[in-house]
Nanobody, 113 residues
Framework: QVRFVESGGGLVQPGGSLRLSCAAS????????MGWYRQAPGKQRELVAD???????NYADSVKGRFTISRDNAKNTINLQMNSLKPEDTAVYYC???????WGRGTQVTVSS
């Protein structure tokens, strides 16, 4: 089984930025259709953004224009650059292969003054 490890979360003020990173030991992520997901308290997990093996990207309407998903092949990571953060972005953020069913610990993002 592949274990994805998320990092980069933290506390940030509204309008601020964070960069999340997703790594997988011993696995070449270039061949994976990957997604970033988030789950806020009391809500279902939702897809935030995804990226295909060829680099095509897709974003939820709520984050379009503010978030950017990308691949760093040199570091074998999937990144999520989050700008202009809003309080409603507060959630635990997870990475996973699209159609994946096993979830890691995620990384907490809190947007608050």
């Amino acid at each position: 089984q592949v274990r994805f490890v998320e990092s980069g979360g933290g506390l940030v003020q509204p309008g601020g930025s964070l960069r999340l990173s997703c790594a997988a030991s011993g696995t070449d992520l270039r061949s994976y259709y990957m997604g970033w997901y988030r789950q806020a308290p009391g809500k279902q997990r939702e897809l935030v953004a995804d990226i295909t093996s060829s680099g095509n990207t897709n974003y939820a309407d709520s984050v379009k224009g503010r978030f950017t998903i990308s691949r760093d092949n040199a570091k074998n990571t999937i990144n999520l650059q989050m700008n202009s953060l809003k309080p409603e972005d507060t959630a635990v953020y997870y990475c996973n292969a699209r159609w994946g069913t096993s979830w890691g610990r995620g990384t907490q993002v809190t947007v608050s003054s």
